[in-house]
């Protein structure tokens, strides 16, 4: 092969590597938003789905323990597991016990979870529901008119939302999980982190 044919074959060779290195390379900024929440979603955490587009937390008006309305877009700045759920909902009782857990283990001033009863009874049987339950430790959260539910759950409960400090949806999952295990405090410390 004659020598001024080596360098330009030298340099094709080089960028066909550098090609197939890129196109090989996996994405550092998956779908759904977030920079890094795909490299969590293992064991149960790969239930969860990711949003479409990019989702805020809504103007519900939800009643906290002592009577007091906010609105959930009013909690934006600290990172949330927001569950709606309701007493007559099996699959919700199913899950209660491990969203305390993992309040339990991770909840501070940077993450609640937030569990919002849609029951017409309100805060008072959310406390009556969660004591028969034997479920101790989730802050009283509740909407009885059920919109909330109706508007962004169609109705189907245990709804949950992963909620970054930043008010943004992350992800989402219908029906209830396995909220306390290695890998979804791995990836809520993360999120209360702001690594995701």
Same mark, same amino acid.
């Given at each position: 092969?004659?020598?001024?044919?080596?360098?330009?074959?030298?340099?094709?060779?080089?960028? +066909?590597?550098? =090609?197939?290195?890129? &196109?090989?390379?996996?994405?550092?900024?998956? /779908?759904? *938003? @977030?920079?890094?929440?795909? $490299?969590?979603?293992?064991?149960?955490?790969?239930?969860?789905? +990711?949003?479409? =587009?990019?989702?805020? &937390?809504?103007?519900?008006?939800?009643?906290? /323990?002592? *009577? @007091?309305?906010?609105?959930? $877009?009013?909690?934006?700045?600290?990172?949330?597991?927001?569950? +709606?759920?309701?007493?007559?909902?099996?699959?919700?009782?199913?899950?209660?016990?491990?969203?305390?857990?993992?309040?339990?283990?991770?909840?501070?001033?940077?993450?609640?979870?937030?569990?919002?009863?849609?029951?017409?009874?309100?805060?008072?049987?959310?406390?009556?529901?969660?004591?028969?339950?034997?479920?101790?430790?989730?802050?009283?959260?509740?909407?009885?008119?059920?919109?909330?539910?109706?508007?962004?759950?169609?109705?189907?409960?245990?709804?949950?939302?992963?909620?970054?400090?930043?008010?943004?949806?992350?992800?989402?999952?219908?029906?209830?999980?396995?909220?306390?295990?290695?890998?979804?405090?791995?990836?809520?410390?993360?999120?209360?982190?702001?690594?995701?």
């Amino acid at each position: 092969m004659p020598k001024k044919l080596l360098l330009p074959l030298a340099i094709l060779i080089a960028l +066909l590597g550098v =090609a197939a290195y890129r &196109l090989f390379l996996p994405s550092t900024t998956p /779908e759904g *938003g @977030s920079a890094s929440i795909n $490299s969590y979603l293992k064991g149960e955490m790969a239930k969860l789905s +990711l949003p479409d =587009a990019p989702m805020a &937390l809504t103007d519900h008006i939800i009643m906290r /323990e002592d *009577g @007091s309305p906010i609105k959930l $877009s009013g909690m934006k700045g600290k990172a949330m597991l927001i569950n +709606l759920w309701a007493s007559w909902c099996a699959p919700c009782r199913a899950e209660m016990k491990e969203l305390a857990n993992l309040q339990h283990e991770l909840g501070d001033e940077s993450f609640e979870v937030v569990a919002i009863t849609v029951d017409r009874g309100g805060v008072l049987q959310a406390k009556e529901t969660l004591q028969e339950w034997g479920v101790e430790g989730l802050a009283l959260y509740a909407e009885p008119t059920m919109a909330i539910a109706l508007e962004l759950a169609e109705g189907k409960l245990p709804t949950s939302y992963i909620v970054g400090k930043d008010g943004m949806v992350r992800a989402y999952f219908l029906g209830p999980l396995k909220w306390d295990q290695p890998e979804a405090l791995e990836l809520f410390t993360a999120l209360k982190n702001g690594e995701i």
